[in-house]
């Protein structure tokens, strides 16, 4: 008998660990035929703004040495768009729609929410507390645990669907942030966002992206999202979903070893859209060859020789995960 | 009215690589049937190499299309300019990879209007692609073609059925100029008028700008076919948006991969664009 693949986040049961990250795959129509949504376990919306955004002027991509940076800036149709033309397209979706939301303050964050709750084609929100590419202060939900708080705690009263907060990387004790959450009703975190990042064009002296600064992503940040991913399955209790880089089938077993409980596929999928299906046909495989008969034998799985590995921020380590991390 | 063809995933051979020009190759891709039949204009989503490098697929406007018997095969013709070209051009016949296609908007010439395509460099690709649908319905045409000097003349002398004018910057062949003093001198015969004519235009982005202005100021309908990086090419990431000049829809910023290539030149805000 195939093991199980199903895991939860929160009240969510998800058929399986893989997701694709938001601002990959539109709403999902765009990418229906080429993703075989009906086998992965869900995919996380655009990210929903209140008012319709046109997004960040061109250029807005630019490859790195196995990365890329990004300044669309959540071009979307805010929420009444969303509501009106992207509502319908989600009921339709063969797995489960997370929606991503940001507001630029808690006011926007709680009706956005309210909206979402209403549309009944949301099976979670993704709280994007931390995009790099909108406005001055873009990043100030999540790099602040108190902000991050104040955003949670006056969302978690308006739904029941479970609200994953998405973190960015770009802090220095990114636990605090993920306590913060979790303390204030999150059901899950999710990580990483994109890193800062930027280039310039020596030929015309200019930086490459119109926006300057820019968020980096693909496999060259694998690496630090790990380690992020890692320091956060440390700090709390809930499932931590975790994403950057994941380029290869094998990438998405590291996050789950070192405990996510869930994945996320972002910019590789660009290139390889048969990606998401090749993660769950590996997690398959690889609880085959453990002999495990749940995947939850596999998340966490991390062996880690005693205090090693430990990251030491925000309130205390208390998680045991695998390794002692005492 | 059929929609336009579905977009799938399509595993591709190399057929032949070859260097047409310094840096400027011909490649030909044996396509399975699942790729459907594509409009000049249109491109494919190019995987180029599967270890990673480069990270993201190129987008390539098609040269050519051909079907012989059950054998589909599709022809891109690039210049080695950045990574991806590179890897590209290293590849030998036999060598498998995929493509997303057939992507974006075509040209769409109108009934009853004599087609003046203009194409500087080695944006002549979807032109010769254009120019041979053209004459395989019998319509006549204008094909101007402007390139640095005679050795980027690609394709230039399998343009039949249509009237050819050549201009190159160093005069080595045809007109020594731009294209666009071609497209002057064309337009002020007489013989066109925006009713009676039209003009599909490919080339660098400054070329098109001034061409655009051309058109606009004289009322001429002007389609022009975009280059740009691309990330999905699916319309979903946002990431190649064409700015457009003030007026209607300048609010937004249409997709360059969905809602073009090919876009009404004379609302593309070229200042903006990249």
Not at chain 1, 60 to 76: D, F, H, K, P, Q
Not at chain 2, 21 to 36: E, H
Not at chain 2, 167 to 184: F, I, R
């Amino acid at each position: 008998m195939k093991p199980s693949l199903a895991v939860r986040i929160g009240s969510l049961t998800l058929r399986n660990p893989v997701l694709v990250a938001s601002g990959i795959i539109g709403y999902g129509r765009e990418y229906e035929r080429l993703v075989p949504l009906e086998k992965i376990g869900g995919i996380v919306t655009k990210t929903v703004t209140l008012r319709a955004r046109a997004g960040n002027p061109p250029p807005r991509v630019y490859e790195t040495a196995s990365g890329m940076l990004n300044s669309i800036g959540i071009e979307n149709p805010g929420l009444d768009g969303f509501l009106e033309s992207k509502v319908p397209i989600l009921r339709d979706l063969p797995c489960a729609a997370i929606v991503s939301v940001e507001g630029e303050d808690v006011d926007e964050f709680c009706e956005l929410v309210r909206g979402v709750d209403g549309c009944g084609a949301a099976h979670a929100i993704e709280v994007n507390i931390s995009c790099p590419n909108v406005g001055p202060h873009g990043l100030r939900y999540s790099t602040d645990a108190g902000m991050a708080r104040e955003v949670m705690a006056a969302i978690r009263p308006l739904t029941r669907l479970p609200l994953i907060a998405k973190l960015t990387p770009n802090v220095t004790r990114i636990a605090e942030i993920a306590e913060a959450c979790e303390e204030c009703g999150a059901d899950a975190i999710s990580l990483v966002n994109t890193f800062i990042g930027m280039a310039v064009d020596t030929r015309t002296r200019k930086p490459i992206l119109g926006t300057v600064l820019g968020g980096l992503s693909g496999p060259a940040i694998k690496p630090l999202a790990l380690a992020k991913t890692w320091e956060v399955v440390q700090a709390v209790d809930i499932p931590v979903v975790g994403m950057g880089g994941i380029t290869r089938p094998s990438d998405a077993l590291e996050f789950l070893l070192l405990g996510a409980a869930a994945i996320q596929v972002g910019t590789a999928l660009f290139a390889d859209p048969g990606l998401p299906l090749a993660c769950v046909e590996e997690i398959e495989a690889y609880l085959g060859r453990m002999k495990a008969s749940s995947i939850d034998d596999l998340i966490g799985a991390l062996e880690v020789p005693e205090g090693r590995g430990v990251i030491r921020a925000g309130r205390a380590v208390r998680r045991e995960h695998g390794g002692r991390a005492s | 009215m059929t929609g336009p063809a579905a977009v799938n995933l399509v595993p591709c051979t190399v057929i032949s690589n070859r260097e047409v020009s310094r840096g400027n190759f011909l490649i030909s891709l044996r396509v399975s049937r699942a790729f459907a039949k594509p409009q000049p204009g249109q491109f494919v989503h190019l995987r180029v190499g599967d270890e990673g490098e480069p990270l993201l697929r190129r987008p390539y406007s098609l040269e050519g299309f051909v079907e012989r018997g059950r054998v589909r095969a599709v022809r891109i013709y690039y210049s080695v300019v950045g990574r991806g070209s590179k890897v590209l051009a290293s590849h030998a016949p036999g060598r498998e990879l995929d493509l997303i296609g057939p992507v974006g908007v075509g040209f769409a010439p109108r009934p009853r209007r004599l087609p003046i395509l203009v194409a500087g460099g080695r944006g002549v690709a979807p032109l010769l692609f254009l120019s041979r649908r053209l004459r395989d319905k019998k319509r006549d045409y204008v094909f101007l073609f402007g390139a640095r000097s005679r050795g980027e003349l690609y394709g230039a002398r399998e343009v039949r059925g249509g009237r050819l004018h050549l201009a190159t910057d160093d005069g080595s062949v045809g007109y020594e100029g731009s294209v666009l003093d071609l497209l002057e001198r064309e337009w002020t015969k007489g013989e066109h008028t925006p009713l009676t004519a039209e003009i599909f235009t490919c080339g660098p982005h400054g070329l098109l700008h001034e061409i655009s202005d051309f058109a606009r100021t004289r009322g001429i309908r002007c389609e022009a076919s975009l280059e740009g990086p691309m990330a999905c090419a699916m319309g979903a990431c946002r990431g190649c948006p064409v700015p457009l000049l003030p007026g209607a829809d300048s609010d937004r910023y249409p997709a360059m991969c969905v809602e073009g290539p090919v876009m009404d030149a004379t609302v593309v805000d070229w200042e903006r664009l990249p």
